[in-house]
């Protein structure tokens, strides 16, 4: 799967989600995600694919659950964020951890968040409230098949291009925590 996005930063959810409701977006996913972020010690998907390989748990408000496996590899451009991934549905997330860890990755992250999200035509709108330790403000990511739907995104919202950015989570922590 490839995902085209950029991310808004330091958003005020209620005034970003009135925003989107305002433009008839239909709610897609109101869940919370448990996530968990794998590398070798020598951060060898990083250096090689700008990667990482995930765990993620997803709980939808109707108690559903789903495990998911993904390696996700990321190609620079400037102006959007391309991000590939590769992935594959298992029932046992802690199975799933050690299998991880004696194929040699080590659990770099563990975080939670809470996310809704929206679509409007071919835009999704995701609003997500990370743990206060992995991140301590909440952004939106808007995801899109093609570039010319990010402006159009924008120009939706009322947002200027100045409010967005290509940056990972990881280098937003980095920013934040210095870690």
Not at 69 to 83: A, E, F
Not at 165 to 173: I, Q, Y
């Amino acid at each position: 799967m490839k995902e085209l996005e950029v991310k808004v930063l330091k958003i005020n959810k209620e005034e970003i989600e009135k925003k989107i409701l305002s433009i008839d977006a239909e709610l897609v996913k109101d869940e919370y995600q448990y996530n968990y972020t794998f590398d070798t010690e020598e951060r060898y998907l990083k250096k090689n694919y700008n990667g990482y390989l995930r765990i993620r748990k997803t709980v939808s408000r109707d108690k559903k659950e789903k495990i998911e496996l993904t390696l996700k590899r990321n190609i620079p451009d400037n102006d959007i964020r391309k991000n590939f991934e590769n992935n594959l549905q298992i029932d046992n997330l802690e199975e799933g951890i050690k299998i991880l860890e004696v194929l040699g990755y080590k659990l770099f992250h563990t975080g939670e968040k809470h996310r809704k999200s929206y679509k409007y035509k071919e835009i999704i709108f995701e609003i997500d409230t990370w743990d206060k330790e992995t991140y301590p403000y909440p952004y939106m990511e808007i995801e899109v098949s093609c570039k010319e739907d990010i402006d159009k995104a924008l120009v939706l919202l009322g947002l200027d291009e100045d409010s967005i950015t290509t940056k990972s989570l990881e280098e937003l922590r980095v920013e934040e925590f210095g870690k």
